[in-house]
């Protein structure tokens, strides 16, 4: 009798603390966030936690990396992909039923500190300043996201090969590690402006205001020619814990995270 109770007291220890691992594992939920919106992003992550007790285990790229995670069939159980992302919807493991745009990047427009601010609250009037300025600089779209606003305002405006010799464009995350004296297009668009080396930069308005001691920020482009660009979160279709899932992408879309995105230079969703 002594031994089949102690043999039950056991099982009962085992059963416990079975029962405690197994709340932990569903209690997490892994994000792939986009690694420039890092700062308000763990901000927000942090209330969640807060707020419900779950835990989030977040992995970050930059967004071109992100998007071909999930294209290669590799999502977490929230992903947020900065659009667009054929290939990633195309890739079967993501709910598309549940997108949720969480906020939007805006495409500013910069100039050396103290310089003269140009126009640019017209279509015609960025055109012009961009045409007068002797040097411009942004972001190569085929290595960052960064890049695709400033690309789609140079080729709305029509003007993309009257600035091509003119403009210095670098090449993105990819150029990390890479010397500048390898390539000239190692060189980060805001140390050019910080330097005085361009007369106007277009930049994402979000990794502009860290900075922004640094150089002068004129404003956002119109959204006729450099349209905000989304930033949308999907479930995997194997989440771990799809309620939990859920929750999360919910916050992230939420009036309180709205308030951090915006903070941080973004666009909330409304």
């Known amino acids: 009798m002594r031994h089949a109770r102690f043999f039950s007291a056991i099982f009962v220890v085992a059963l416990v603390f079975g029962s405690g691992i197994a709340a932990r594992a569903q209690g997490e939920i892994t994000l792939l966030a986009v690694g420039p919106m890092r700062a308000p992003t763990q901000k927000i992550i942090a209330n969640f936690e807060t707020k419900t007790g779950y835990k989030v285990k977040v992995t970050y790229g ?16 929230v992903s947020l992909l900065i659009a667009p992302f054929p290939g990633a919807i195309a890739s079967g493991t993501l709910i598309s039923s549940s997108a949720t745009t969480v906020a939007s990047i805006l495409t500013a427009v910069a100039v050396p500190k103290g310089w003269p601010k140009p126009d640019i609250s017209t279509p015609a009037a960025v055109k012009k300043a961009l045409l007068a300025a002797k040097t411009i600089g942004y972001e190569d779209p085929d290595f960052t996201a960064a890049g695709e606003g400033p690309w789609e ?9 009257q600035v091509a010799a003119k403009s210095q464009v670098e090449l993105g995350p990819a ?3 890479i010397s500048p004296t390898a390539t000239n297009n190692a060189t980060k668009t805001s140390k050019r402006l910080e330097d005085g080396d ?9 990794d502009m205001l860290p900075e922004k001691d640094k150089y002068d920020i004129v404003g956002v482009l119109p959204r006729k020619i450099c349209t905000p660009v989304p930033v949308v979160g999907f479930i995997s279709t194997h989440a771990s814990d799809p309620a939990g899932a859920k ?3 919910q916050y992230l879309a939420s009036p309180e995270a709205a308030a951090i995105w915006k903070e941080a230079g973004y666009e909330p969703h409304s």
């Open 62 to 77: 930059n967004g071109v990396e992100t998007r071909q995670m999930v294209a290669k069939g590799q999502p977490l159980d």
């Open 153 to 161: 305002v140079l080729n709305k405006l029509g003007i993309a090969d």
């Open 175 to 177: 150029a990390r590690g």
């Open 198 to 206: 361009i007369d106007i930069g277009m930049l994402m308005l979000s």
């Open 247 to 249: 929750a999360l992408l």
